[in-house]
């Protein structure tokens, strides 16, 4: 987000006895996400007493608290406070170098998802892996990304018969998006590659590797190379400040 410059408009919401919803748009683009984890950074720093976490999603920001250190209303008041006037700056993010083997055994829906969007599966790997996407949240299954920033002429409707599960480090797309797959799920999305980076592994410290507001560029390899980096349990992709 630009110096100097506020949403222009949110809504604050009582979502349960421990949590408020703040709202920041009724879509799914950039420069509302790019608000949710600005916003979410600024209420990081003021450390509020009786805040226990945040939960950033595509268009808001879930706040959760202890009821016992800190009064519903004081605490909408606080970010109401914040939201009119805090002047801020996004924090730039990781931008993440993942390897994707794409194709073959680890990409099963590439040559078919090439045939309906009127493509050869070279020029298909070419516009996924050109991109720097934007994860817009992490969801529905423990560190599963969804990215924002897929080429338009990889846009794709999701499978009619979705598959009852898909394994760990899936690289898909779906509707106008595209996504890391962390752990064996059900999935509607058409599988492109997978990847050896794990994006949910119990073994680490912290155990999720992505963030909402974070980034992410591809990089296409071999088998022999994906198989490599694969057998090691603890491989970390590689990241950068620069996209």
Request: charge should be negative.
């Amino acid at each position: 987000m630009d110096d100097e410059k506020k949403p222009s408009t949110w809504v604050i919401q009582a979502i349960a006895d421990q949590a408020v919803n703040v709202e920041f748009g009724d879509c799914i683009n950039e420069a509302i996400n790019q608000r949710v984890t600005a916003f979410m950074d600024v209420l990081k720093q003021q450390q509020i007493p009786g805040v226990t976490g945040y939960l950033p999603t595509y268009r808001s920001l879930q706040v959760s608290y202890d009821s016992l250190r800190i009064r519903q209303s004081h605490l909408i008041h606080l970010i109401d406070a914040l939201l009119s006037n805090t002047r801020w700056t996004a924090t730039p993010g990781r931008c993440w170098i993942v390897p994707v083997c794409y194709g073959g055994e680890q990409g099963i829906d590439l040559e078919t998802s090439a045939t309906a969007l009127g493509l050869t599966c070279d020029e298909l790997v070419r516009l996924h892996s050109a991109p720097t996407y934007r994860i817009y949240m992490i969801g529905f299954v423990p560190g599963f990304a969804y990215l924002g920033g897929l080429d338009e002429r990889l846009h794709l409707a999701r499978r009619t018969s979705p598959r009852q599960e898909v394994p760990a480090g899936s690289i898909s797309i779906g509707g106008m998006q595209s996504a890391i797959g962390s752990v064996a799920a059900p999935s509607g999305w058409h599988l492109l590659g997978k990847t050896p980076a794990k994006s949910f592994n119990l073994r680490r410290e912290q155990p999720f590797l992505f963030s909402a507001g974070e980034r992410v560029r591809f990089l296409p390899i071999g088998v022999e190379e994906y198989q490599a980096l694969n057998a090691d349990p603890d491989y970390m992709p590689q990241w950068s400040h620069d996209a």
